[in-house]
């Protein structure tokens, strides 16, 4: 059974961390690309962070390049998002997807985890 499991979200004031983490498990972790994204009350979702299969790039949206950091542990199909110097624009739920690298009709969404930033 393929689960992909968000948290870590939580309330923070601005310019706090949080360190979000996504768990996977029912397929091969280590052949997906993994993602973050996000979606506000009444806006699109969003492409946050991007990181590749065997972790050797990243990407990330201009609004948080510098504040956030994606990384994996794929003996622990895990990926995180750590987010630092939080602002309220960064207030969403978070959602972790899983495509694989090879095959993109495969992929996988979790549930979403939501990060409140209070001014």
């Known amino acids: 059974q393929v689960q992909v499991v968000e948290s870590g979200g939580g309330l923070v004031q601005t310019g706090g961390s949080l360190r979000l983490s996504c768990v996977a498990s029912?397929?091969?972790?280590?052949?997906?690309?993994m993602f973050w994204y996000r979606q506000a009350p009444g806006k699109e979702r969003e492409l946050v962070a991007e990181?590749?299969?065997?972790?050797?790039?990243?990407n990330y949206v201009d609004s948080v390049k510098g504040r956030f950091t994606i990384s994996r542990d794929n003996a622990k199909n895990t990926v995180y998002l750590q987010m630092d110097s939080l602002k309220p624009e960064d207030t969403a739920t978070y959602y972790c997807?899983?495509?694989?690298?090879?095959?993109?009709?495969?992929?996988?969404w979790g549930q979403g985890t939501q990060v409140t930033v209070s001014s």
């Open positions: 990181i590749t299969w065997s972790g050797d790039k990243t």
């Open positions: 997807h899983a495509l694989h690298h090879w095959i993109s009709y495969s992929n996988y």
């Open positions: 029912g397929f091969t972790f280590s052949m997906f690309d």
